[in-house]
């Protein structure tokens, strides 16, 4: 038989029952609501006042003062450093330090950014005026402008760039069709010896962008012509200057490699050499160039001596 169980509630003390359960449950819900609440606030307010850029540090570079790195770079103290904006801080500070180089930033929480900086290395002088060089890295940045070339650096010669340019800025040629040609080959020889890693290379001289010649040790002439297949008759020449028993470090001469196959070396005085290698008398002002004062001639003289000169000149040709 079935069991019949009996209770002796009545049906609204049952709802009240149900009721107090549901009151309970929301206020349980409310106190965990403010309590998430409380929670998220206290964070927000921690987060907003504790995470606030309070140091700048900068990691490498010596040739600028940490204080000017620092300026440079607009970052603020006080700054959420979770929301802080890096873009074009490096630009800001190796635009104005040109010698600034591959800056990058490192945040470190909850409150300090690291600013890593590198020196940039002078590579190139280039004529921009009269007795005006600009020093330059090796992707071509203007570094600094002076009144004497950096003799550590390769000298750029041929062509004078002009003065519309200021340190941090990359240099460039005009627009103009033969400018450009003189622009793109001294961006490729410089590419080519940046990769080959090229020692000995004194000057460039890139007159001409179809018959470009570079200066090794001041008594080799270089040829590579125009800047096709740079890059392996640069690594042709270097292995050719560097080939043991082959060319004595006393020898003044022509190294060809515009065939790019092979190598040529034309043997020559260094005395015939000397207008094309001694760049450095050209870059004087007339009145500072250095005369070498010989016994007097007479017109006649001068004349038979400019004809015996003619006939000694070297023509390659005629090898």
Do not use: W
């Not at 038989?1 to 009151?23: G, I, R, S």
């Not at 003799?151 to 004078?160: A, E, F, P, R």
């Not at 005009?174 to 090229?198: F, H, M, N, P, W």
């Not at 017109?299 to 390659?316: Q, R, T």
């Amino acid at each position: 038989m079935a069991k019949l169980e009996f209770t002796n509630k009545a049906p609204d003390e049952e709802e009240q029952v149900t009721e107090k359960k549901k009151v309970n449950k929301r206020k349980l819900l409310v106190k965990a609501g403010a309590g998430v609440l409380i929670a998220a606030v206290v964070l927000l307010v921690v987060f907003f006042t504790f995470f606030r850029v309070k140091t700048i540090k900068v990691k490498g570079g010596s040739r600028y003062e940490d204080h000017k790195i620092i300026a440079e770079s607009k970052i603020r103290l006080g700054k959420n450093i979770c929301f802080l904006k890096l873009d074009g801080a490096a630009e800001n500070i190796e635009s104005n330090l040109p010698y600034c180089t591959d800056v990058t930033f490192k945040k470190k929480f909850p409150s300090t950014i690291e600013i890593h900086v590198s020196d940039a290395e002078a590579k190139y002088s280039v004529i921009l005026d009269k007795n005006l060089f600009g020093v330059t890295d090796g992707n071509m940045k203007l570094l600094e402008i002076t009144s004497e070339y950096y003799t550590d650096t390769i000298l750029v010669i041929g062509h004078s760039i002009g003065t519309a340019f200021n340190p941090g800025q990359t240099l460039q040629f005009s627009e103009d069709a033969g400018e450009d040609k003189i622009r793109i080959g001294l961006s490729d020889v410089s590419q080519a010896v940046k990769e080959t890693e090229a020692t000995g290379i004194e000057a460039i001289n890139i007159e001409d962008p179809d018959n470009i010649y570079l200066i090794y040790e001041d008594r080799i002439i270089i040829k590579v012509g125009s800047t096709n297949d740079i890059l392996k008759k640069i690594t042709l020449a270097q292995k050719a200057l560097d080939e043991e028993n082959k060319l004595s470090s006393s020898q003044y001469g022509e190294l060809d490699v515009k065939e790019i196959k092979k190598a040529i070396f034309c043997p020559k005085d260094h005395k015939d050499m000397a207008e094309l290698i001694d760049y450095d008398e050209s870059l004087k002002p007339a009145e500072e160039q250095v005369t070498i004062e010989g016994e007097e001639t007479s017109e006649g003289e001068d004349v038979e001596s400019n004809e015996n000169s003619d006939e000694n000149d070297y023509d390659e040709d005629d090898e």
